[in-house]
């Protein structure tokens, strides 16, 4: 059966993911209130943060700016774009 819940980033009833993404708390908060649909938004944004700055993951830097743009675009209502991606023409 499939887990709803009422994602605060697309403001509507949609599938909830299986399972938290993310450690720890925030995890538990993304689980509870971002729909799949939302969370494969972030990731393909996310890709595209990681390719267009370079960014090394291994740098704890690095994933603490990742973090703060993910809670920024799921839970501030914030549209996040890596600086310098130009979408891909039809």
Same mark, same amino acid.
């Not at 887990?3 to 949609?14: G, I, N, S």
């Not at 450690?23 to 209130?33: A, F, N, R, T």
């Not at 969370?39 to 291994?58: D, G, K, P, S």
């Given at each position: 059966m499939t887990r709803m819940v009422q994602c605060v980033k697309l403001k509507k009833e949609a599938e909830g993911l299986e399972f938290p993404p993310y450690p720890g708390e925030l995890g538990v908060k993304i689980w509870q209130s971002i729909s799949k649909e #939302? /969370? #494969?938004? /972030?990731i393909q &944004? $996310? %890709?595209?943060i990681v390719n267009e700055n370079r960014l090394n993951l291994a740098d704890s830097r690095a994933r603490?700016?990742? %973090?703060e743009q993910m809670q920024?675009?799921?839970? !501030?209502? $914030? !549209? &996040?774009? #890596? $600086?310098?991606?130009? =979408? =891909?023409?039809?």
């Amino acid at each position: 059966m499939t887990r709803m819940v009422q994602c605060v980033k697309l403001k509507k009833e949609a599938e909830g993911l299986e399972f938290p993404p993310y450690p720890g708390e925030l995890g538990v908060k993304i689980w509870q209130s971002i729909s799949k649909e #939302a /969370w #494969a938004n /972030w990731i393909q &944004i $996310q %890709t595209r943060i990681v390719n267009e700055n370079r960014l090394n993951l291994a740098d704890s830097r690095a994933r603490k700016y990742l %973090t703060e743009q993910m809670q920024r675009y799921l839970f !501030d209502d $914030q !549209d &996040i774009e #890596a $600086q310098g991606y130009v =979408p =891909p023409s039809a």
